[in-house]
């Protein structure tokens, strides 16, 4: 039996990025109990903003 190689881009690679960030900023949140100070407000605009580019995007219609 022969298998053929798929030629699309599986998406799983972004998930995963969007998933290892999504779980910092989860870590982020709980080691500050859940209020925020300037410096940890600034790393988690960074690492949602890096949550952003990594997750997956919505097809659009055309």
Do not use: D, K
Not at 6 to 31: D, F, G, K, Y
Not at 42 to 49: A, G, H, M, P, T
Request: proline content about 5%; charged content about 25%.
């Amino acid at each position: 039996m022969l298998h053929s190689m798929s030629t699309t881009v599986e998406p799983v690679s972004e998930r995963s990025a969007a998933a290892e960030v999504n779980e910092e900023i989860r870590a982020l949140w709980r080691r500050s109990g859940g209020t925020l100070s300037g410096e940890q407000r600034e790393e988690y605009r960074r690492l949602v903003l890096e949550w952003a580019a990594a997750a997956p995007q919505p097809a659009r219609a055309a």
